[in-house]
């Protein structure tokens, strides 16, 4: 007999099961029937917790990204952390944000929502250390940062990801940094 899970457990248990199905089925054949049959429970287990398969696919997706967490780097520079933090997406997230746009494209259409929006809470709390410290340290000037400046080196990193399906090379990810987001944070500049 299988022991029975709670809480915490059941909880990821029915996340990885939604996020099985999203990546099996693609939003289009994602329905909250299929992941019940996943993680082998109830259906008033699953609605109790989420009502309907758009919140399970947000819970999903948010459940994938904590679990892959990103340590926010701080090598002193913006440059070095941007560089360091766009490397381990680019290391580590190149299938993740693939699905996301691949499967997940009936989701944006029917909620009116995109990838930016469901990887916010993520970016948000990697991004804003970085701009942080290179405020405090002096390196950029506050009045030329915005919420587009700051998501720019991240969307053009998935932008690059989607365009070839692949990590991005090095050189790409040096040229994103230094020829774009750099000169328009700039103190001097």
Do not use: C
């Amino acid at each position: 007999m299988a022991e029975r899970r709670r809480g915490a457990a059941l909880e990821r248990a029915l996340l990885d099961a939604a996020w099985e199905e999203l990546t099996a089925r693609g939003y289009a054949g994602f329905t909250m029937d299929a992941v019940v049959r996943r993680a082998g429970t109830s259906p008033p287990v699953l609605y109790r917790r989420w009502p309907d398969r758009d919140t399970l696919v947000r819970a999903a997706v948010t459940h994938v990204l904590e679990r892959s967490h990103i340590d926010v780097p701080d090598t002193g520079s913006l440059r070095g952390d941007l560089l360091i933090l766009m490397r381990t997406i680019n290391e580590t997230r190149v299938r993740l944000i693939t699905v996301m746009n691949a499967h997940l494209a009936g989701y944006y259409q029917e909620t009116g929502t995109n990838p930016g929006d469901l990887l916010a809470d993520a970016r948000e709390a990697n991004g804003d250390a970085i701009w942080e410290r290179a405020v405090a340290r002096g390196e950029i000037a506050p009045g030329r940062l915005t919420e587009r400046i700051k998501r720019l080196p991240f969307d053009l990193l998935r932008h690059e990801i989607l365009i070839s399906f692949a990590p991005v090379p090095d050189a790409v990810l040096e040229e994103i940094v230094d020829t774009i987001v750099l000169p328009l944070v700039e103190q001097g500049a």
